[in-house]
């Protein structure tokens, strides 16, 4: 049974329901929607869900906070959409480190736009793992995601040729360190091929990850792709890598990614060198030492991507007495 949901600040319940629906359909690592909502007179509280952590792939569960700060924008997002400032609080109580932050609807903003516009892209945006067409993203698009980053408190390196190249290196080098683990490929496996009906995971026949990228076809010549005509690839990275941090990234990573659909563009995720960390440590030297590479993207023209399920708000609302304010 879903708790009661009740008006919070200037949201009436109808409201609450619908910007916690736009929350949910945040991108999440395997579809883990790690996640976890409780409504109070004060505010919205995301909380993470430990349980739905991946402790191979993530053991540091730092994928899934950058899952949970994603949610947390389309959250914020959807709330001012709907004409409330949507002040927000990360990390609210030492004492409780899976209460990752309060947002608090209670003062009237009128709604900016640009922000409008990324609340329209919540429900278009989806993963696209098919192979991308070349085409040249124009500069006042990358100069838009750029700001989209830095809006978010993270930052947004391009990567050049040379770059790119040594990237490749380094997706091979983490996809063969994570296929020939038997622990990582039971976990892939227990999330990846879930039945048809699953709201939660990839269910099975979908295409789970981005194989033109291992196989390292992309951008090679036999694809025909010159220099300057490859899909972008983008890097998320942050100045430090504590949990703020993570959050903080998964929010930039999400208007990111809400930015370049909104401007017609598809992207997909290329998270083996992040997630082997020795190899996001040779990553974070190739980006010049300074950034800490949280997400990598690619984003081009795919066919239209399909829908991957969620689990209903009943799974993800917290009784307002089943963990303490
Ligand atoms: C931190 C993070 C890492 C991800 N890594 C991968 C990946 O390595 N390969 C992949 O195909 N998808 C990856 N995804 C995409 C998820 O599988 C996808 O968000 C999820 O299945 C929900 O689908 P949707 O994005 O279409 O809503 C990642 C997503 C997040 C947030």
């Keep these: 049974m ?40 004060a505010g919205i509280e995301l909380h993470a869900d430990p349980d739905r952590a991946l402790p191979v792939a993530d053991a540091d569960q730092r994928e899934l906070l950058l899952s949970c700060g994603a949610a947390l924008f389309n959250l914020r997002t959807a709330i001012h959409a709907l004409g409330a400032h949507p002040a927000t609080t990360l990390l609210p109580r030492r004492d409780n480190p899976t209460l990752l932050a309060v947002v608090r609807p209670f003062a009237a903003r009128k709604p900016d736009r640009r922000l409008v516009r990324l609340a329209d892209a919540i429900p278009r945006r989806h993963t696209n793992r098919a192979p991308f067409e070349v085409a040249v993203i124009p500069d006042t698009v990358v100069a838009e995601l750029r700001h989209a980053a830095e809006a978010e408190q993270a930052w947004l390196p391009r990567l050049d040729a040379n770059q790119l190249n040594r990237l490749r290196d380094l997706v091979h080098k983490s996809h063969h360190a994570q296929v020939t ?22 269910p099975d026949g979908m295409p789970s990850d981005d194989s033109d990228w291992i ?3 992309f951008g090679s010549p036999r694809r025909g792709l010159a220099d300057d005509s490859d899909p972008l690839v983008v ?25 370049a ?18 190899v996001r440590a040779e990553l974070r ?15 081009g023209h795919g066919t239209p991507a399909s829908w991957t399920p969620r689990r209903s708000l009943d799974d993800v609302l917290l009784e307002p007495d089943r963990l303490s304010a």
């Design 2 to 41: 879903t708790p009661p949901i009740t008006s919070i600040g200037l949201l009436d319940p109808d409201q609450v329901k619908s910007v916690l629906g736009a929350a949910v359909l945040a991108p999440s690592t395997r579809n883990t929607q790690p996640w976890r909502f409780r409504c109070t007179t």
């Design 181 to 202: 683990d038997p622990a990582f490929l039971a976990e892939w496996r227990q999330w990846t091929a879930r039945p048809r009906d699953s709201r939660d995971g990839i």
């Design 215 to 217: 196989s390292g076809d």
């Design 235 to 259: 890097v998320v990275g942050s100045f430090e890598d504590k949990q703020a941090d993570r959050i903080r990234a998964g929010q930039a990573m999400q208007r990111v990614l809400l930015t």
């Design 261 to 278: 659909t909104a401007a017609g563009f598809d992207a997909s995720f290329v998270s083996q060198p992040v997630e082997v960390p020795a």
């Design 285 to 299: 030297t190739l980006l010049g030492g300074g950034l800490w590479p949280q997400v990598v993207l690619r984003l």
